[in-house]
Nanobody, 123 residues
Framework: QVQLAESGGGLVQAGGSLRLSCTAS????????MGWFRRAPGKERDNVAA????????YYAGSVKGRFTISRDYAKNTLYLQMNSLKPEDTGVYYC????????????????WGQGTQVTVSS
């Protein structure tokens, strides 16, 4: 079993920055990929960013490319999301997730999810 715990959310003005963290614990952690997803109020969950755990290859949704950076600390089993130039439309609950199986799409196959952390961007 794997537990994921997000932190770092909060309220920030448009143009500001936040850094989210996700710490993994439980079984020996060697996931295939980890990702950040978000759910805005009244909307479906969106992909945000993903990273292949061993290689460090990164993937971004078009709406955040150039503003957000996903990274991981291999030794600490921790995933990060640095969010810069935040916009009101970035508001939502941000979830980290882990995948232990490879799928055709980096956005599929996430079996473990954190509880989420709220990010609110005011205009």
């Amino acid at each position: 079993q794997v537990q994921l715990a997000e932190s770092g959310g909060g309220l920030v003005q448009a143009g500001g920055s936040l850094r989210l963290s996700c710490t993994a614990s439980g079984r020996t952690f060697s996931s295939y990929a980890m990702g950040w997803f978000r759910r805005a109020p009244g909307k479906e969950r969106d992909n945000v960013a993903a990273i292949r755990w061993s290689s460090g290859s990164t993937y971004y949704a078009g709406s955040v490319k150039g503003r957000f950076t996903i990274s991981r600390d291999y030794a600490k089993n921790t995933l990060y999301l640095q969010m810069n130039s935040l916009k009101p439309e970035d508001t939502g609950v941000y979830y980290c997730a882990a995948s232990f199986k490879g799928y055709d799409s980096i956005w599929d196959g996430y079996e473990y999810w954190g509880q989420g952390t709220q990010v609110t961007v005011s205009s």
